[in-house]
């Protein structure tokens, strides 16, 4: 574990989060995405704070391992929902599906077909994920007569709950967009649902680019992911695009190890990278060890006004960050250092500069850096 480093996770700020989501879909139900481990936060803290805190009934994970971590180690009271493993086999029907009431979503005909012939998943909820034309995990839209027929033939009149996923909700809702033309494609589902006399109770399509843009949420639930942690979908790469003004929920702090003059053309760190002007260099204990990954060399950090510059590799343990100009009497070592706020645009700017997302920086922080949880 790190001394001095912390990546701190304000749980405050995930219900102010929540409180601001209510208000772009104040009707809807809520199936909150922890899946990697909440986005890198801590599922267990995440999951107990949006469950017994917040009220939300529904967690959604990727695998059947995140969910038996979930359901055998956390006090959460909500249901937690498997929307990425695609097989399922007896022995797990006995101990998570039916003995934790773990509930998989479906996204094939094989599957179904499984679940429609396990006696012991006879009376278990249904729930159904369509490719409306992402093209990835969904019963494909093609498909739909045979799932009703399938349904019918084994007298289940009635499915908890059918969805699909937005690819393109991240961008500007243009009429006849693709967005438009997946939502198209549900409607009718729903509509071939009704005309065969199939009850769907719940339905939901709007992730965290749709909410943001008030998209789709006619439907009975939301599936919020990213926004619920604090960045934006929509506006990414262009703040003035920007709908959502959620803050971050984490915060990465470290403290500075060792503060040293260098001169133009000094070599610094593995491959003996040549310094291209006199300055200051701060080294702090962050590296891809910790999860400041090796591509993050050139991204520019701000520190007490001044603007530095990640200089050459990044070490397992550390980074040199260097300032143009400045010398030794302009920082302290031990003092803090802070890489990310709890302001969105931090976060966000981050990961434009190192061409990435947020989703992928939060998760790349490792065991390594304590997380110091914050609820008052």
Request: charged fraction near 25%; aromatic fraction near 10%; glycine fraction near 8%.
């Given at each position: 574990?790190?001394?001095?480093?912390?990546?701190?996770?304000?749980?405050?700020?995930?219900?102010?989060?929540?409180?601001?989501?209510?208000?772009?879909?104040?009707?809807?139900?809520?199936?909150?995405?922890?899946?990697?481990?909440?986005?890198?936060?801590?599922?267990?803290?995440?999951?107990?704070?949006?469950?017994?805190?917040?009220?939300?009934?529904?967690?959604?994970?990727?695998?059947?391992?995140?969910?038996?971590?979930?359901?055998?180690?956390?006090?959460?009271?909500?249901?937690?929902?498997?929307?990425?493993?695609?097989?399922?086999?007896?022995?797990?029907?006995?101990?998570?599906?039916?003995?934790?009431?773990?509930?998989?979503?479906?996204?094939?005909?094989?599957?179904?077909?499984?679940?429609?012939?396990?006696?012991?998943?006879?009376?278990?909820?249904?729930?159904?994920?369509?490719?409306?034309?992402?093209?990835?995990?969904?019963?494909?839209?093609?498909?739909?007569?045979?799932?009703?027929?399938?349904?019918?033939?084994?007298?289940?009149?009635?499915?908890l709950h059918i969805m699909t996923h937005?690819?393109?909700?991240?961008?500007?809702?243009?009429?006849?967009?693709?967005?438009?033309?997946?939502?198209?494609?549900?409607?009718?589902?729903?509509?071939?649902?009704?005309?065969?006399?199939?009850?769907?109770?719940?339905?939901?399509?709007?992730?965290?680019?749709?909410?943001?843009?008030?998209?789709?949420?006619?439907?009975?639930?939301?599936?919020?992911?990213?926004?619920?942690?604090?960045?934006?979908?929509?506006?990414?790469?262009?703040?003035?695009?920007?709908?959502?003004?959620?803050?971050?929920?984490s915060s990465l702090k470290t403290t500075?190890?060792?503060?040293?003059?260098?001169k133009r053309g000094m070599p610094v760190?593995?491959?003996?990278?040549?310094?291209?002007?006199?300055?200051?260099?701060?080294?702090?204990?962050?590296?891809?060890?910790?999860?400041?990954?090796?591509?993050?060399?050139?991204?520019?950090?701000?520190?007490?006004?001044?603007?530095?510059?990640?200089?050459?590799?990044?070490?397992?343990?550390?980074?040199?960050?260097?300032?143009?100009?400045?010398?030794?009497?302009?920082?302290?070592?031990?003092?803090?250092?802070?890489?990310?706020?709890?302001?969105?645009?931090?976060?966000?700017?981050?990961?434009?500069?190192?061409?990435?997302?947020?989703?992928?920086?939060?998760?790349?922080?490792?065991?390594?850096?304590?997380?110091?949880?914050?609820?008052?």
């Amino acid at each position: 574990m790190r001394q001095g480093t912390e990546f701190q996770v304000d749980l405050n700020l995930l219900a102010e989060n929540f409180r601001l989501l209510k208000t772009f879909a104040p009707k809807n139900e809520v199936i909150f995405m922890v899946k990697a481990n909440a986005y890198g936060h801590g599922v267990i803290e995440v999951s107990e704070f949006a469950s017994n805190e917040l009220g939300i009934k529904r967690l959604g994970v990727a695998s059947l391992g995140e969910a038996i971590y979930l359901k055998e180690r956390s006090k959460t009271k909500a249901d937690i929902w498997v929307f990425s493993d695609t097989e399922i086999t007896n022995s797990e029907v006995n101990h998570s599906y039916v003995g934790l009431g773990i509930i998989p979503v479906i996204s094939s005909k094989r599957l179904l077909l499984f679940y429609l012939n396990s006696p012991e998943l006879h009376a278990a909820p249904i729930v159904l994920k369509f490719d409306t034309g992402m093209n990835r995990l969904g019963i494909p839209y093609s498909e739909i007569d045979e799932i009703l027929e399938l349904l019918k033939k084994h007298n289940r009149s009635e499915v908890l709950h059918i969805m699909t996923h937005f690819a393109s909700s991240f961008l500007k809702l243009k009429k006849g967009d693709k967005t438009h033309q997946q939502y198209e494609k549900f409607l009718n589902i729903k509509k071939k649902f009704d005309k065969a006399g199939i009850v769907y109770k719940e339905s939901s399509c709007a992730n965290s680019g749709a909410i943001e843009q008030k998209f789709s949420i006619e439907e009975t639930h939301i599936r919020p992911g990213l926004m619920m942690y604090g960045p934006r979908s929509v506006g990414s790469f262009k703040k003035e695009d920007a709908l959502w003004s959620g803050q971050n929920i984490s915060s990465l702090k470290t403290t500075v190890l060792k503060v040293k003059n260098i001169k133009r053309g000094m070599p610094v760190g593995y491959g003996g990278h040549v310094c291209h002007s006199d300055g200051v260099l701060i080294f702090l204990p962050v590296g891809y060890g910790d999860g400041i990954l090796t591509y993050y060399s050139g991204l520019k950090l701000e520190h007490k006004g001044h603007v530095g510059q990640v200089l050459g590799r990044v070490n397992m343990d550390l980074i040199a960050v260097f300032f143009e100009g400045l010398s030794e009497k302009d920082f302290k070592e031990g003092e803090e250092f802070v890489l990310w706020s709890h302001s969105q645009d931090d976060v966000v700017e981050f990961a434009n500069q190192v061409k990435s997302i947020p989703y992928q920086v939060f998760t790349a922080i490792t065991h390594r850096v304590p997380k110091r949880f914050k609820y008052q």
